[in-house]
């Protein structure tokens, strides 16, 4: 993407994050974090987001995202049931991405868990590889649970074919950073899938500060096609926007059969 209640000073601390960094992605940059300086390179990249007060954890958290996918466990996984459908999205230039906010209504479920998607934004390169190899863009779908759990499904994006539903944002991205289109467009977030759902699956963190942990992620095997014309378009906005990959740790991960 900690929420359940604890006597200790540490976990309520690390609840109240977690809640923060829900909001952050729910709502977009406000209040202190809209001010805070973090940015892709330079001084405030990221190797010094854990600098930053209320950023530690980029630094200091040990389930970090994003990662090479590496020495994958096929296991029997559960398939992710989508359930997405054409809503009205708003869409949002944060400053750091192009984002498009979703109401209720969408929705995933993983074995007995139900996610709800709340928003999907883009990254150039890709912030995932594959052993090794990173691709031109990917779009990470963040989904939150009731109880608060974040699940992000990652599609990897290649060029080839133009991406209708990539198509359709980029002719309402706001002009200006910090700007938002409310109800712009209608989105069916489906048209972003492959036909494929094979999927690999990690526990990690958002990739932008605050980094906090406890995120499900599920990384789409089956790349999407988009047009060099439609990544050239959004290079135009954000060149690099992509978190280098951080140490696998003890983690495992498991490729769905």
């Given at each position: 993407m900690k929420r359940e209640l604890s006597r200790s000073v540490a976990p309520a601390r690390a609840g109240c994050a977690f809640v923060a960094a829900v909001l952050w992605l729910v709502a977009g940059p406000s209040g202190a974090e809209e001010h805070a300086h973090w940015t892709y390179e330079g001084e405030h990249g990221p190797a010094h987001w854990g600098e930053e007060k209320g950023f530690e954890t980029c630094k200091l958290g040990q389930r970090q995202t994003p990662i090479d996918i590496i020495a994958a466990r096929k296991a029997q996984l559960a398939p992710i049931a989508f359930a997405y459908k054409p809503s009205p999205a708003t869409v949002v230039d944060n400053g750091h991405t192009i984002q498009v906010k979703l109401p209720p209504g969408n929705h995933i479920t993983v074995g007995d868990k139900v996610f709800e998607l709340v928003?999907?934004?883009?990254?150039?390169?890709?912030?995932?590889?594959?052993?090794?190899?990173?691709?031109?863009?990917?779009?990470?779908?963040?989904?939150?649970?009731?109880?608060?759990?974040?699940?992000?499904?990652?599609?990897?994006?290649?060029?080839?074919?133009?991406?209708?539903?990539?198509?359709?944002?980029?002719?309402?991205?706001?002009?200006?950073?910090?700007?938002?289109?409310?109800?712009?467009?209608?989105?069916?977030?489906?048209?972003?899938?492959?036909?494929?759902?094979?999927?690999?699956?990690?526990?990690?963190?958002?990739?932008?500060?605050?980094?906090?942990?406890?995120?499900?992620?599920?990384?789409?095997?089956?790349?999407?096609?988009?047009?060099?014309?439609?990544?050239?378009?959004?290079?135009?906005?954000?060149?690099?926007?992509?978190?280098?990959?951080?140490?696998?740790?003890?983690?495992?991960?498991?490729?769905?059969?």
């Open positions: 928003q999907f934004h883009f990254h150039r390169p890709s912030e995932e590889k594959v052993k090794g190899k990173a691709f031109a863009m990917d779009a990470h779908l963040v989904h939150q649970a009731a109880d608060g759990k974040l699940a992000v499904v990652g599609v990897l994006l290649q060029p080839g074919a133009a991406s209708t539903l990539v198509g359709e944002v980029w002719k309402t991205i706001p002009r200006g950073h910090g700007e938002s289109l409310p109800g712009a467009i209608t989105v069916d977030p489906s048209k972003l899938l492959p036909t494929d759902r094979a999927y690999y699956t990690f526990t990690g963190s958002l990739t932008t500060p605050p980094c906090s942990e406890g995120v499900t992620w599920f990384v789409l095997k089956t790349p999407v096609e988009v047009s060099k014309k439609q990544v050239a378009t959004f290079a135009k906005r954000y060149p690099h926007n992509a978190r280098p990959v951080q140490p696998l740790g003890d983690r495992g991960i498991s490729e769905s059969e």
